[in-house]
């Protein structure tokens, strides 16, 4: 990397209000990094095959891609503050119905916390 492209970076982030935008959408991101891997895992580790658990990712992902443009346009049209709290509480539901009858929720919960050291 150039210290052009440093210097434009550090550009964008001293103007205002950016540094609180980018960090949002950061953190607003971390989720796709690792719903992935935790998925995969909790998938692999109920079935305890990975064919099943990459037919669930492949429709994770499908589904990820197709409903995009959809919670941008609920974004676009109720404003960043109104739109992402019913679609976190769906988002949630949704998990707890499609894998509840996979995983039981304390090992779910043991998987996901076990690397960090609670149980």
Known sequence: MSSSSATSYAAVLRTRHSRCAFGAALLGRLSYGM???????????????????????????????????ARAGLVDRYGPRRAPPPMAVRWRSCWSFWLQPLVPPRRLWARSCGPCGAS
Do not use: I, N
Not at 48 to 63: E, H, I, N
Not at 64 to 69: G, R
């Open 35 to 69: 719903v992935s891997l935790s998925l995969l895992l909790a998938v692999t580790g109920a079935t305890g095959s990975y064919t099943a658990a990459g037919g669930v990712m492949a429709v994770f992902g499908l589904t990820s891609v197709l409903l995009s443009p």
